[in-house]
């Protein structure tokens, strides 16, 4: 592979920028590029030790800084490394890169070292995913999760599974293949309760996939009602900030806002909508109601809001069989909770009354939301969460496979027992990057950002 170079801090002016080196002929790059203070040339220094030096662009010094170089294996991508700390303006940070790449080097792509990384088997694929979700958190239980799947708490888990399956395998075809011999370990009974403790585990995986997207990812999240139910002001409210304009005049809101939210460990995606009525006149206002129902297909999670200061309306009821027919997840709230002739009404789903004027009952819907998404309140830093929808894909046809098999283990039929498992096996390989296609893999690592 060719040696390349990136700039890997953020863009913009800092104390230092860090240019990063990788390949067969960094330090090469590197010895033309960077002169030591009290050494002959970079390649005289040892390895992980950090060393002040020039900056050289043809032939002329134009910083100073620190530069430190890794021996592959023993370095981030699997191969020979060097990262080179210079200040960190913008003007000197691109001059650095250009001398890096004028004595040899090429522009690295998005998430390049990374990548090289997970081809060297420095990090599986799950790991090498956890390092985009650690660079794109945005709550610290979002770190936390990602920071263990970096350790390599998700590839435990599915290591454990992996190579059950893979003994079961073998076991299961060598008591087809010599039925006479009565070994202990080959028996159906022993095979049925490995079975059943590996559609657990896969379930168990396949089930936090909820909990493991609500916390890297969000859940689409829409608030949606009449016209003055309070929709807004119970946006600005889980908001924590005026991010909605809240008026007494019917269909204020005409378009979708919305904001990222943090209730608990759980990010929300979170939209307010239009008010919904029929008897409108306003054509801004239709267009804005027809996004309010598109709303409700594309979440995840439907708040619905009912003014608990009056009789439900017609337009309610429309709504309340909107939400029943969604086959989402819908929680109902109950505004204006403080009033004097407040009524909680009877609703067909799980529902909490709320005040947006002096705040009661917020704090008991984000514990429902929550109570949703993390009821177990799965601690962070143990990890071991399914957290996109590529790893959930696979477990979820891998736990199937699983169950399968287990059923035709009960039915007497071993050779297809066996074919489903090597099915799963397959499923199972392709989560962790034992064997992932190639497009799969561009397609993971072209999310990153340039000198990760």
């Not at 920071?147 to 435990?156: F, T």
């Not at 736990?399 to 199972?428: F, P």
């Amino acid at each position: 592979m060719s040696t390349v170079a990136a700039i890997s801090t953020p863009y913009g002016k800092g104390g230092i920028a860090v240019i990063r080196i990788s390949g067969e002929t960094a330090f090469e790059v590197a010895d033309k590029c960077f002169k030591p203070q009290f050494k002959e040339s970079f390649s005289d220094c040892q390895p992980r030790y950090a060393v002040y030096g020039s900056i050289i662009k043809d032939g002329a010094e134009i910083d100073c800084g620190i530069a430190t170089f890794f021996k592959g294996p023993a370095s981030f991508t699997g191969e020979d490394m060097v990262e080179i700390s210079c200040h960190g303006g913008i003007q000197i940070t691109a001059m650095v890169l250009e001398a890096v790449l004028c004595c040899g080097a090429q522009q690295a792509g998005p998430g390049e070292f990374t990548k090289r990384a997970f081809l060297n088997n420095k990090l599986t694929l799950t790991q090498a995913e956890a390092v985009a979700e650690l660079l794109d958190a945005e709550s610290e239980a979002a770190a936390l999760l990602s920071h263990s799947q970096l350790l390599g708490k998700l590839s435990e888990k599915t290591d454990v599974i992996h190579d059950t399956l893979v003994r079961l395998i073998s076991t299961l075809y060598a008591s087809v293949d010599y039925p006479e011999e009565d070994l202990e370990d080959m028996r159906d009974s022993t095979l049925e309760e490995e079975l059943v403790s590996l559609s657990e585990k896969t379930l168990e995986l396949k089930n936090s996939y909820k909990t493991g997207k609500a916390v890297t990812g969000g859940v689409d999240t829409a608030i949606v009602g009449c016209p003055n139910a309070g929709k807004s002001s119970l946006f600005n409210a889980l908001a924590r900030e005026d991010r909605a304009i809240v008026t007494d005049i019917p269909g204020t809101t005409r378009d979708i806002i919305d904001v990222r939210v943090k209730v608990g460990n759980i990010l929300l995606n979170l939209k307010d909508t239009a008010g919904i009525r029929d008897d409108t006149s306003d054509e801004v206002e239709k267009i804005g109601v027809g996004y309010s129902i598109d709303a409700i297909e594309k979440s995840e999670l439907i708040i619905g809001v009912f003014d608990g200061s009056k009789p439900l309306t017609p337009d309610d009821m429309y709504i309340i069989s909107k939400l029943e027919s969604c086959k989402k997840q819908v929680i109902a709230v109950v505004n204006k909770s403080d009033k004097q002739n407040f009524r909680v009404h009877d609703l067909p789903f799980d529902t909490v009354a709320v005040s947006t004027a002096d705040g009661s009952g917020i704090e008991q819907l984000m514990e429902k939301i929550t109570d949703l998404y993390d009821s177990m309140r799965i601690s962070m830093s143990d990890g071991g969460l399914i957290t996109n929808a590529r790893q959930y894909s696979n477990i979820f046809k891998a736990h199937n496979l699983i169950t399968e098999a287990l059923d035709n283990l009960r039915g007497g039929m071993k050779d297809m027992c066996g074919i489903l498992l090597e099915s799963a096996l397959r499923e199972l390989c392709e989560l962790d990057g034992r064997t992932v296609g190639q497009e799969i893999v561009d397609s993971i690592f072209s999310r990153f950002c340039v000198g990760k």
